[in-house]
């Protein structure tokens, strides 16, 4: 039986301040959604904190949000992006990373933006109409893009620099 590490808790604290910058005022598609997944996956060495931990801080913060009608698309993309950082990031190196973020804001695009023409009645549900919902959300992308690299590099940052001063939790197996 494993026990709950201090790494656990460093981990899920940085998750959970992460999900609580949704709640502050932000452009539009600046948010640490990806972030937190890939960080998650890339970091617990538990699949099920690697999936229950951001899942619940994202969860928690869209209690005081709100949901709406694509939420399945968001939850959908967002544990996929668990499972890239679990996959791709095996190996932190900045490379990695960088490339698993692009991935990430990719797959969020596609996968979100399938979500809101399959489940609203904004698009027809055509082959143009689904070019036309993905068109239309090309000027959001560039948000996505730089709010992912940027709160990407500011959570495996900082855990990198926690780990310098607490070698403990490099060693930590949860």
Same mark, same amino acid.
């Given at each position: ?10 981990? +899920? ?10 709640? %502050? ?39 005081? %949000?709100?949901?709406?009608? +694509?939420?399945?698309? $968001?939850?959908? &993309?967002?544990?996929?992006? $668990? ?18 973020? $692009?991935? &990430?804001?990719? &797959? ?38 730089? &709010? ?5 590099? $500011? ?5 990198? %620099? ?13």
């Amino acid at each position: 039986m494993s026990r709950i590490t201090p790494k656990f808790w460093i981990l +899920t604290l940085m998750i959970f301040a992460a999900a609580f910058v949704r709640l %502050l005022p932000h452009p539009p598609n600046f948010a640490p959604i990806a972030a937190m997944a890939l960080f998650g996956g890339a970091y617990f060495n538990k699949k099920w904190a690697a999936f229950l931990v951001p899942l619940t801080a994202m969860f928690v913060t869209d209690l005081v %949000l709100g949901f709406h009608e +694509t939420m399945w698309a $968001v939850y959908l &993309s967002f544990a996929l992006i $668990v499972v890239l950082g679990m996959i791709m990031l095996k190996e932190k190196k900045v490379g990695n990373i960088f490339f698993a973020s $692009v991935i &990430s804001s990719v &797959s969020f695009f596609i996968i979100t933006n399938f979500g809101i023409w399959i489940s609203t009645g904004y698009y027809e549900k055509t082959g143009a109409g689904l070019a036309a919902c993905y068109t239309t959300a090309i000027p959001f992308f560039h948000q996505t893009l730089l &709010s992912d690299l940027f709160f990407v590099g $500011v959570l495996f940052g900082a855990y990198y %620099l926690a780990k310098q001063k607490l070698p403990q939790l490099a060693e930590s197996k949860i």
